[in-house]
């Protein structure tokens, strides 16, 4: 069973960037398909990217040409590249993994809390 810890969420200003990064235990992040999802205050949780075993990555299109996934198998970590950042993109920010491609996860991390001012 894999273990999923969120880190580098923070405040930044409105047009600036963050880097949210997903350290995997228990599992290696190249066997499982890795999302980031966001849930902010009063709204459910949003889908933002994901990064299959095999194929291409996908994003919600409130994020395309604005955030990156990636991973670093050796370091078994996820990233969230974050460019850009709106006011709106304020949210608990979510790393999931999935044991397959085609599923809902199956794991999920604590979040880590983003905030973007104006």
């Known amino acids: 069973q894999v273990q999923l810890v969120e880190s580098g969420g923070g405040l930044v200003r409105s047009g600036g960037s963050l880097r949210l990064s997903c350290a995997a235990s228990g599992g290696t992040v190249s066997n499982y398909r890795m999302d980031w999802y966001r849930q902010a205050p009063g709204a459910e949780r949003e889908f933002l990217a994901r990064?299959?075993?095999?194929?291409?990555?996908t994003y919600a299109d409130s994020v395309q040409g604005r955030f990156i996934i990636s991973r670093d198998n050796a370091q078994n970590m996820v990233y969230l590249q974050m460019n850009s950042l709106k006011p709106d993109d304020s949210a608990v920010y979510y790393c999931a993994a999935s044991t397959t491609d085609w599923s809902p996860p199956d794991y999920w991390g604590q979040g880590t809390q983003v905030t973007v001012s104006t």
């Open positions: 990064l299959p075993r095999f194929g291409t990555t």
